[in-house]
């Protein structure tokens, strides 16, 4: 892949852990021309990530000036990640944190010498470049700081500043948790299809190509014409046919969106525990 050229890179990325998310997003950095010599890793199998990339299995005695923090494992392991890390970070060491339901006050809190803190939610296409992340962070994080973590977003996908925290959960709902609730809906779709007496192998060809298909068009109408994937779904409908008949049950009592709306409540409200310490 040809590096991006506007590409900004911080002069030493640490990632806390290299698991499906933070993976997917090294894996695109270092797509994009990242020199793997910047990044450590600190992931208690020590399994290599990339060549070139160092992987260590404890806490260095410092970081290298310039480190971009990036806490890339499990929520309930920040204490035990912060009680390690904290007295290594200086003012300005800045910290990105994946972690769903930990709170900027909850950061703050455990990493008292930092400045830029920053919260980012992203989803598993960034490896792709195609994924969505949500960023939130406070007033105490520079204007520069909010740029730098921007540049080093922005290879990743959408990137979407969210004014007010308390609607972070919301949107982990939606961007971050959404490609499982996709992955489920092109499942369910193959499924249906072998229900209704296609072959399995052959409905789960058709079901993916489908969505894939269906949401790369969405992608370019919306960006071309403005046309959302509602309007969309009635070019596909003609009057009287077949399409409309199917829509009418997804339709029926709002039975689509009150599953869904049911389906990101729920994710939310995890979210919210998450943050209870629940
Ligand atoms: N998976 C997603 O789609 C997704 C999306 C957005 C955010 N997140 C967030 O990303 C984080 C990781 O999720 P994941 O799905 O990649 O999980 P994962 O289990 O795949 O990865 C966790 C990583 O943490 C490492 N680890 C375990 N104990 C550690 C320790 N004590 N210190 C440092 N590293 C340790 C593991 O080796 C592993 O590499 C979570 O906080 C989650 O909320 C995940």
Redesign the pocket.
Known sequence: MTPIPSMRWPDHLFL????????QMLSRWLDCGLDPARVTV????GRPVADGVTVITDYPSALPAGTTVLL????Y?IA??AAALAPLCRADTPIIS???GTTLADLRARFPAARDIVRA????PVGLGEGVTALFTDATTGQTGKADVEALIQPLGLAEWIADESLFNQVTALS?CG?AFLFRFADALARAGEAIGIPADQAARMALATVQGSANMAARASAHAGDSPAILADRVASPGGMTRQGLNVLDADDRLLTLLTDTLAAARDRGEAMARGE
Request: charged share 10%; with cysteine; glycine share 18%.
């Open positions: 806390i852990g290299c698991g499906n998310m933070a993976g600190l992931r208690p199998s890339g494992m499990k929520p392991q035990d990640v994946i972690l769903a939610m992203p989803n598993l971050g490609p």
